[in-house]
Nanobody, 133 residues
Framework: QVQLVESGGGSVQSGGSLRLSCEGS????????MGWFRQVPGKEREGVAS???????SYADYVKGRFTISQGNAKNTLYLQMNSLKPEDTAMYYC???????????????????????????WGKGTLVTVSS
């Protein structure tokens, strides 16, 4: 059974930093997307940062230069280093994994950043990030 468990959320002041972690288990994907997404009440889930099995990384424009996505050596651990946090970064942050039936390099570089492509697949339960001004 696939499990993704996020941790590292919390409350920080504007300008602060947090590091989110996602521990994945129960799967081995040779070609995949993994990503961080966020959602606030009343809005759709949006992509924050993603990485694919070919190592391509994508970021949403609003986090470029502030957030960094990385993987652990085991590849099923995902991190999100968040610096220079802003109140508008306040959201529930989710980790997701998507197995691909093709080599990830054949897909658009932004494919893994789109939440709708993960469908009802492998999602964690989320970790809450609150940034106060």
């Amino acid at each position: 059974q696939v499990q993704l468990v996020e941790s590292g959320g919390g409350s920080v002041q504007s300008g602060g930093s947090l590091r989110l972690s996602c521990e994945g288990s129960g799967y081995t994907y040779s070609s995949y997307c993994m990503g961080w997404f966020r959602q606030v009440p009343g809005k759709e889930r949006e992509g924050v940062a993603s990485i694919d099995s070919d190592g391509r990384i994508s970021y949403a424009d609003y986090v470029k230069g502030r957030f960094t996505i990385s993987q652990g050596n085991a590849k099923n651990t995902l991190y999100l280093q968040m610096n220079s946090l802003k109140p508008e970064d306040t959201a529930m942050y989710y980790c997701a994994a998507l197995p691909l039936g093709v080599a990830s390099a054949t897909l658009s570089a932004l494919y893994c950043l789109r939440a709708e492509n993960y469908g009802e697949g492998d999602w964690g339960k989320g970790t809450l990030v609150t940034v106060s001004s």
